[in-house]
């Protein structure tokens, strides 16, 4: 467990030098001091810079388990599929604005990683353990706040945990009931989403039956009315409004 707080501890220290600005440009390079044969101090820090650039390659996993991500790609493939369009937008399109939008609303948790962890860490006022302890604490003060007393209690009981305090819940069981509660919440936006457009592929699919055109694919007739529909209620600024807002 040790080993996997580690691995989230550094992946989290990555996206709050991200969310807070943190510039690489202000650290001297460790590189150059290796090759001019610096003090030792210079090579332990690039061994730090090495581990922090292997493990970023299990960043992408964390960010999506630990985030808003599920919860926004979840919701924005729903619209997708409501309106019948497969490919528009494209899925380069609908995971860069998930992954922005959950930037967006991670900021302030990445904003206190950097503050309280990561910065204190950088200049050895803090030891490791102490930087996990602090980085954890603002992540899982967001996943308990959109997490489901019933998904919380369900891991409790099956790992036959005791816990009186939020405190006291091990992050092996905060997470997965962080997870299925984002699915949960995202299924739930997305049944509301189908509904308008469910009711537009009525309405064309009785229209056409009426008309004796039963040959005639309902999908033709009934996508341009989503859209239209769509961009009549300025779709896009609704939905991102209430994913965002949804995680205040």
């Known amino acids: ?43 332990v820090f690039s061994l730090r810079l090495l581990i922090i650039l292997t493990i970023l390659t299990l960043a992408p996993s964390i960010l999506i388990m630990l985030t808003s991500f599920t919860r926004i790609i979840i919701v924005l493939s729903f619209i997708r599929n409501a309106m019948g369009m497969q490919q528009t937008p494209p899925n380069q399109v609908i995971v860069g604005l998930a992954l922005f939008l959950t930037f967006f609303i991670m900021a302030p948790v990445a904003t206190e990683i950097n503050s309280t962890a990561l910065q204190p860490y950088m200049e050895e006022e803090i030891t490791f353990d102490a930087a996990l302890d602090r980085a954890m604490e603002p992540v899982r003060e967001f996943m308990f706040k959109q997490t489901r007393d019933k998904d919380l209690a369900l891991f409790l009981n099956i790992s036959e945990t005791q816990a009186e305090k939020l405190e006291e819940i091990p992050n092996h069981v905060l997470i997965p009931s962080f997870i299925i509660s984002e699915l949960k919440t995202a299924f739930q936006i997305g049944f509301v989403i189908y509904i308008p457009f469910l009711v537009i592929d009525m309405v064309v699919s009785s229209t056409l039956m009426s008309m004796g055109m039963m040959m005639l694919p309902p999908v033709i007739i009934s996508l341009p009315f989503k859209i239209l529909l769509f961009i009549l209620v300025d779709g896009w600024s609704l939905i991102v409004k209430s994913l965002v807002m949804g995680f205040n």
């Open 1 to 43: 467990m040790k080993k996997i707080g580690r691995i989230l501890l550094l992946s989290f220290l990555i996206l709050a030098m991200l969310g807070a600005n943190t510039s690489f440009a202000q650290v001297e390079n460790p590189i150059s001091g290796i090759l001019e044969g610096s003090e030792p101090g210079d090579y």
